[in-house]
């Protein structure tokens, strides 16, 4: 059995980790959590899941924008690790594409424009 308690050489198959500037779906939907006032402009929260809908089905802000390139993938990533990988910095392009406006819920009606948060 692999004693996981010691300190080691890092298994092969496992990709380096990316550095702090970048992360998955999560870490996206924190940053835009943390950029805008969600629930003044109308909506929840984003999730996760709202993030890789936007990404999987290259949803178009209201400027008619796709959503930001991963900056990295991994095609078999370890269990926990994400697929893709994206700039999650103050400066990122998530925030500039979010800031335009994005779908309404319930299948996009309208649009909406996030408040930022001072």
Request: net charge neutral; glycine share 10%.
């Amino acid at each position: 059995m692999l004693d996981l308690t010691q300190d080691g050489p890092r298994p092969a198959h496992r990709p380096p980790r990316p550095p702090a500037a970048t992360g998955g779906y999560t870490a996206v939907a924190r940053l835009l959590n943390e950029a805008f006032d969600w629930e003044a402009s109308g909506r929840r929260p984003v999730r996760r899941q709202q993030v890789q809908a936007w990404h999987k089905y290259g949803v178009l802000n209201q400027l008619g924008q796709l959503p930001p390139s991963p900056v990295q993938t991994d095609p078999d990533p370890v269990h926990t690790y994400p697929t893709w990988i994206f700039d999650t910095t103050a400066e990122s392009e998530w925030i500039t594409w979010a800031a335009a406006g994005v779908p309404g819920p319930n299948g996009g009606q309208g649009w909406v424009v996030p408040a930022r948060r001072p």
